[in-house]
Every structure is written in structure tokens, then in C-alpha cells.
């Protein structure tokens, strides 16, 4: 249970860290120790750092396909997401295996908690970030629930995915 509170901790302030970071990047550092912490005691197995790894690439490219679909707006003229994204991203990654774990089956947990917390989780970051959704609120918030529903799950299942190492190739 403690590793559970520990993690759950250490992806909040990671949170803070990086939506904050977009406008003080010294930030960026507390959200990297946060990930590091998780690496090395919490969860320091093989696996656990391709999933954050895997989960911050397709997370920062769905990020980026959402700005580029004119979504997010984040004033600088960008057509990628900027890198506190893909961090936030990774941070939410060392979640799925562990606080967020009861999310996972039956698979509509995941689902309702995407729905829900997905867009929550974007409207404060966006307010406390300076990001906007171009879209206006509503729209926003109903496309990122349907994204987010569909995400959860599959993030999930991607968390429970075995490793292949050589040996076994």
C-alpha cells in the first residue's frame, strides 16, 4: 500500500512539475527526479522502462496530432507538443501498473476513468500551463473524453504486453 501512496505522490508532483515547467523549465527536473524515484525503487524491473517509454512517444504523438488538428493552442507556432508533454506523459506511464492499476479490469473502468479524468486532468493543466483549447471549452472537453475512453484500455493493455528479450527470439 505504500509503494501505491508513494507512486501515486510522485506522479502528482510530477504533474505539477511539468504543467508548471512549461513556464519555469527548471521545473522539468523535479518531474525527471519523480520518474527516476519510480525507475529505481519503485518499480526497477526491465519492463517498466519501455512502457514509459513507449506510453511518452505515442502519448507525446497523440498529443501532437491534436494540436495539429488545431485543439490545443499553445502560442508558439509549434507543430509538435512540447517536450513537458511527452515527460507528463511518461510520468502517467509508471501509474499503470501500479496506483492505477484497479482501472484495468474490467476494461470500462479504464474507459469511464479516461472519460472523465482525461479531460479534467487537460483543462487544469491547459489553465495552469497558459494552453488553449482552440475548439472552446465544451467541444474540447467532449473530444478529449472520447479519446481518453478509448486510451485508458488500450494503455492498459499495452502495460500488460510481455518483453521479449533476445534470448527468446
Known amino acids: 500500500m505504500t509503494r501505491l501512496l508513494v507512486n501515486a505522490g510522485l ?36 519492463d ?5 517509454l513507449l506510453t511518452a512517444l505515442l502519448g507525446w504523438l497523440l498529443d501532437s496530432t491534436l494540436l495539429n488538428l488545431g485543439l490545443f493552442d ?41 472519460a472523465i479524468g482525461g479531460p479534467l486532468s487537460y483543462l487544469a493543466g491547459a489553465e495552469l500551463a497558459g494552453v488553449g483549447l482552440a475548439w472552446g471549452l465544451l467541444p474540447s472537453l467532449l473530444v478529449l473524453a472520447g479519446v481518453w475512453a478509448v486510451v485508458m484500455p488500450w494503455l492498459h493493455g499495452l502495460a500488460r504486453l510481455p518483453v521479449v528479450t533476445n534470448a527468446e527470439r
Open 74 to 114: 499553445f502560442g508558439d507556432g509549434a507543430s509538435v507538443a512540447p517536450l513537458w508533454l511527452a515527460l507528463l506523459w511518461a510520468l502517467f506511464a509508471t501509474t499503470l501498473r501500479h496506483c492505477l492499476a484497479w482501472t484495468a479490469r474490467p476494461w470500462w473502468r479504464a474507459s469511464l476513468l479516461g
Open 11 to 46: 506522479f502528482q508532483l510530477g504533474w505539477f512539475a511539468c504543467v508548471l515547467g512549461a513556464q519555469r523549465p527548471w521545473l522539468l527536473l523535479v518531474a525527471v527526479a519523480c520518474l527516476l524515484v519510480h525507475l529505481l525503487w519503485l518499480a526497477p524491473t526491465r
Open 48 to 52: 517498466e522502462p519501455r512502457l514509459v
